[in-house]
T-cell receptor, first 112, second 110 residues
Framework: GDSVTQMEGPVTLSEEAFLTINCTYT??????LFWYVQYPGEGLQLLLK?????DKGSNKGFEATYRKETTSFHLEKGSVQVSDSAVYFC???????????FGRGTSLIVHP | KAGVTQTPRYLIKTRGQQVTLSCSPI?????VSWYQQTPGQGLQFLFE???????NKGNFPGRFSGRQFSNSRSEMNVSTLELGDSALYLC?????????FGPGTRLTVL
């Protein structure tokens, strides 16, 4: 089955700092790739996705590029805000039903 | 458009009891998936239902079961609760490849 490796957190940054959260995956075939975010006390929300090699997903200033050759989908943001503090999950989804396999999640803490 | 709703939001049970959790998907979504989230194991897939049929299943014991109704609402049941079943149970509905999550049901087993 699919598997995901995410960098361990917590990642602690000051406001306006640059963010990178690394994600590598193993999957059957050519999965769709997703980043989900979970704010405290809430369920997960889709942050962005990419469905084929070299696609770049983007949303709310976050970006990630589907790198088939390195099986990676690293999340980046140029300038983080306190409101970005949350747990971020990388998730490939293979097969017809698109059930994602979630990484362990990376906690991001942004200080003012 | 209303989001995914889960009831109840919080639940406290004792070992050996059983529990039923409910999930109402977004209108028009026919696929409903269930996940267990714990600090130790992270987010683990339980099962997925599509048009009242279980389409995918994770690696959980038979004490965990589910069903889906004709209106796409879904329930999951855990019988003979164990302390290790304490977790946040998340339901997600989907139309294509995106999952839309509810806020979860926090189950505490004493």
């Amino acid at each position: 089955g699919d598997s995901v490796t995410q960098m361990e957190g917590p990642v602690t940054l000051s406001e306006e700092a640059f963010l990178t959260i690394n994600c590598t995956y193993t999957a059957t075939g050519y999965p769709s790739l997703f980043w989900y975010v979970q704010y405290p006390g809430e369920g997960l929300q889709l942050l962005l996705k990419a469905t084929k090699a070299d696609d770049k997903g983007s949303n709310k200033g976050f970006e990630a590029t589907y790198r088939k050759e390195t099986t990676s989908f690293h999340l980046e943001k140029g300038s983080v805000q306190v409101s970005d503090s949350a747990v971020y999950f990388c998730a490939p989804a293979s097969g017809g039903s698109y059930i994602p396999t979630f990484g362990r999640g990376t906690s991001l803490i942004v200080h003012p | 458009k209303a989001g995914v709703t889960q009831t109840p939001r919080y639940l406290i049970k004792t070992r050996g009891q059983q529990v039923t959790l409910s999930c109402s998907p977004i209108s028009g979504h026919r696929s409903v998936s269930w996940y267990q989230q714990t600090p130790g194991q992270g987010l683990q897939f339980l099962f997925e239902y599509f048009s009242e049929t279980q389409r995918n299943k994770g690696n959980f014991p038979g004490r965990f079961s589910g069903r889906q109704f004709s209106n796409s609402r879904s329930e999951m049941n855990v019988s003979t609760l164990e302390l290790g079943d304490s977790a946040l149970y998340l339901c997600a509905s989907s139309l294509l490849d995106e999952q839309f999550f509810g806020p979860g049901t926090r189950l505490t087993v004493l």
